[in-house]
């Protein structure tokens, strides 16, 4: 199915010009447009959720005062390496 918009004739000549510099046609400008547009109101994907089941070391929260720059990133390496072998499984 396709539609006919019409647009004032000033508004489709700065549509033309700047398709033109694109290398496209006025309409795969407006249709490339449409699309980014359509994709932009998707919504955006979940942001990560802290899980405490998946995280091997989750016993240990609330058992002490991390400190150490190493304990820190030895955490977070675990967490990264758990992750990984979710998606390699």
Request: net charge negative; charged share 25%.
């Amino acid at each position: 199915m396709s539609h006919a918009i019409y647009l004032p004739d000033n508004v489709y000549q700065t549509i033309k010009v700047y398709a033109a510099k694109h290398g496209q046609k006025p309409e795969e400008f407006i249709q490339a447009w449409a699309l980014a547009l359509r994709e932009q109101a998707e919504p955006a994907p979940e942001t990560f959720h802290y899980d405490p089941a998946e995280d091997p070391l989750a016993e240990f929260l609330g058992t002490g005062e991390l400190t150490s720059p190493d304990a820190i990133r030895k955490h977070d390496e675990a967490i990264a390496e758990e992750a990984l072998n979710a998606h390699a499984e």
